[in-house]
Every structure is written in structure tokens, then in C-alpha cells.
């Protein structure tokens, strides 16, 4: 079967870097994304890597290595609005978005 | 307005009840989604709608019936729903269907969905 492994919740402190990883087994890869949820809220596009290596955009950047089935997401400067669950979608061989159930990150001050 | 809009934002319903579920995107794109949401669970394709036609039934029950009109607009009969329906869910939208490339989807805030 397909599976997306994902913590299902970490904390980290304000001002700090936290690392949120994601590995997977799935049939054929088509590039994978990251999505931030707030609570009650709709769960927005943060990320997409198709190619290995680290993508970087601001605060956030996100790592692929394919061979190894694995991601994270790399948060810097971490700040209370960061608090929010992190979903990682992997896309298959025929295209299907096959997601995690999502990392909760608590930030504290 | 602009974005995804679903409503309503919480629903109750009882076990022989009918209600439905809207959802409106003013984004131009092509595709919509539906998708359901348990907690601690992963998001879990319903249907998907390209250009109006379905084009995906994620082996769903009939008890939930989709209704695409029109490209920006998505609905979701709900009828003789079942306490293990409770759920969020959430519509999305796409420029296309074909999810190759970065084909970001755009997601609504949800219904919170309560059967009794």
C-alpha cells in the first residue's frame, strides 16, 4: 500500500528552527507539497519539490531526496503564527495526491 | 470575493435529515474537489469535477451526492448520513484536473459537519 509517515505533533520555541519530516512509500513519484493548516482554517500551499535538493522561500524551506523517499520542511526564525499542522502530499505514478495525516506544531514562547 | 468559499462553515444534522454542503471558487480554475477530513487522519478524496464533467468517485457512498453546474460552483448533498460522517469537509479547486506540473490546489475553510 501507499503511506505517507508524518509526527503527529512536535513543539518547538519561539525564535528557534524546527524540522518537520516526512517519508514515503508510494507508487511512483510525481513531486510532493507542504501545506500549513491553521486551526479552523483552509489548509494553504506552502511548497512543491519535484527535484532534489533544498527549495527555499523565506523563513520555510523544504528538502526532497527522492532515493531516500524523504522530505522535510525547515522553519527558521519560528514565530507564534507559525503554530499550525504541516501536511505532506506525495503524488503517485498515476498522479493521485496521497497525503499525510499532518505534523500539530505547538510554539511556545 | 475571491478564494474558495464553502457553506455552511458548521452544520448539525439528524441520522434522516437532507442538507448541502456549497462551495464557490472565484479563481478561474477548472477543477473542484471534495474532500473529507478526520482528525488525526489524512485528507481523503471524494470526488473531483474537470470542466463540470466527474471525473473521479473515490468509491464514496450514495448517501453523499455531488453536483458540479458549473466550473466555480460545487455542492454536496448530504441524505440519511451516518455519526461516523462527522467530519470537515473541504472543497478545493485547481487551474486544471490533470494534477501534473505544480497544479496547487486551493482550498476552502471547510464544513464542519455534526450527525447526530
Known amino acids: 500500500g501507499q503511506n505517507i509517515d508524518q509526527p503527529t505533533e512536535m513543539t518547538a520555541t519561539e525564535g528557534a528552527i524546527v524540522q518537520i519530516n516526512c517519508t514515503y512509500q508510494?507508487?511512483?513519484?510525481?513531486?510532493l507539497f507542504w501545506y500549513q493548516q491553521h486551526a479552523g482554517e483552509a489548509p494553504t500551499f506552502l511548497s512543491y519539490n519535484v527535484l532534489d535538493g533544498l527549495e527555499e522561500k523565506g523563513r520555510f524551506s523544504s528538502f526532497l531526496s527522492r532515493s531516500k523517499g524523504y522530505s522535510y520542511l525547515l522553519l527558521k526564525e519560528l514565530q507564534m503564527k507559525d503554530s499550525a499542522s504541516y501536511l505532506c502530499a506525495v503524488r503517485d505514478s498515476n498522479y493521485q495526491l496521497i497525503w499525510g495525516a499532518g505534523t500539530k506544531l505547538i510554539i511556545k514562547p | 470575493e475571491t478564494g474558495v468559499t464553502q457553506t455552511p462553515r458548521h452544520l448539525v444534522m439528524g441520522m434522516t435529515n437532507k442538507k448541502s454542503l456549497k462551495c464557490e471558487q472565484h479563481?478561474?480554475?477548472?477543477?473542484m474537489y471534495w474532500y473529507k477530513q478526520s482528525a488525526k487522519k489524512p485528507l481523503e478524496l471524494m470526488f473531483v469535477?474537470?470542466?463540470?464533467?466527474?471525473?473521479e468517485n473515490n468509491s464514496v457512498p450514495s448517501r453523499f451526492s455531488p453536483e458540479c453546474p458549473n466550473s466555480s460552483h460545487l455542492f454536496l448533498h448530504l441524505h440519511t448520513l451516518q455519526p461516523e460522517d462527522s467530519a470537515l469537509y473541504l472543497c478545493a479547486s485547481s487551474p486544471r484536473g490533470d494534477m501534473s506540473g505544480a497544479n496547487v490546489l486551493t482550498f476552502g475553510a471547510g464544513s464542519r459537519l455534526t450527525v447526530l
Open positions: 469535477y474537470n470542466f463540470k464533467e466527474q471525473t
Open positions: 479563481l478561474g480554475h477548472n477543477a
Open positions: 508510494t507508487s511512483g513519484f510525481n513531486g
